[in-house]
């Protein structure tokens, strides 16, 4: 094991089983649960229970009730495009290896079946269902070692592939800067999804850069150009409205996220998130 996968494991674990969570039974406490019936809402339910689709359709607020399952099947996906290589704090694909290094201890503590895949623009590991701390300290491994540049996200094959192989349902995990088309509704209609974006503070604030010559991480192809405001104020605009479609999706879909930028606390995003 290298030197920073190393020090991500000795990281999570230390929050997972020490004093940050440990004191938590399981970052995914009320989470094994099956669906069971639709009910009207009653003051006091939990409001991400509710059935949006339900709801709109009938005009007033109905949540889902569960069913406890023995245990839960955590998938966490890893999605390492080229954009992935970037970060002013720390690299977004590091962020991201805390985030699975996180979820895996989690659902390993909680006694529940953890799986890790890594994706980009096709499939390119898969782990096997398990309960062992060492199936941690490989996804870990294997997100150091991947190489992301000259890769592009490709969320419609993500969603077949995962559709295809994820045969019973899951607590889904995405892992990703989210970025482009993006539809998981495929997936939202089977399991139980919470997407995890992210992202570098420069990406959504950048400051002008004046003349110089870029690098496209995931074609590899440079360009050179005058970052002046103008061309920053398109940028900024772009990725505001592909939040705003980001957003209005995983809210219509009963998706839930977490915002984690490379200068924060993984862990600490997830606990609030998933509580």
């Known amino acids: 094991m290298n030197h920073l996968a190393k020090k991500i494991v000795l990281k999570t674990k230390k929050q997972v089983y020490g004093e940050m969570l440990g004191n938590n039974a399981s970052l995914f406490q009320g989470e094994g649960f099956e669906f069971s019936e639709l009910r009207e ?6 409001i991400r229970k509710i059935d949006w689709k339900t709801t709109a359709k ?3 607020p109905f949540v889902k009730i569960y069913k406890e399952e023995r245990e839960l099947n955590v998938v966490v996906v890893s999605v390492l495009g080229g954009s992935v290589y970037f970060g002013t704090v720390k690299q977004k694909s590091d962020i991201m290896a805390e ?25 390119y590991d898969v782990s096997k269902p398990s309960k062992k701390l060492f199936a941690v300290h490989q996804a870990v491994e294997k997100i150091v070692a991947f190489e992301p540049l000259g890769k592009e ?13 994820l045969k019973k349902k ?18 939202s209609k089977k399991h139980d999804v919470f997407a995890v974006i992210v992202r570098d503070r420069f990406e959504e604030n950048p400051s ?5 010559r870029l690098i496209d991480m995931q074609s590899k192809q440079s360009f050179e150009g005058d970052v002046d405001s ?4 398109g940028y900024t605009k772009a990725l505001h409205e592909n939040d705003e479609r980001l957003y209005k999706q995983f809210k219509k879909q009963g998706i839930r996220f977490a915002k984690i930028y490379t200068h924060q606390e993984p862990a600490l995003k997830l606990m609030k998130k998933m509580r």
């Not at 996200?153 to 192989?165: E, I, S």
């Not at 899951?170 to 997936?187: A, N, Q, R, Y």
């Not at 103008?230 to 104020?233: E, G, H």
């Open 230 to 233: 103008s061309v920053l104020k």
């Open 41 to 46: 809402y009653v003051y006091g339910d939990d």
């Open 170 to 187: 899951s607590l889904l995990f995405i892992v990703s800067d989210f970025v482009g088309e993006i539809d998981l509704k495929l997936l």
């Open 99 to 123: 985030v699975a290094a996180t979820l895996g201890f989690s659902a390993i503590k909680n006694t529940d079946l953890f799986t890790h895949m890594i994706f980009a623009d096709r499939l």
């Open 153 to 165: 996200a490709d969320f419609n094959a993500l969603t077949q592939t995962l559709h295809q192989r």
């Open 58 to 60: 009938l005009g007033k």
């Open 208 to 212: 002008q850069l004046g003349y110089l």
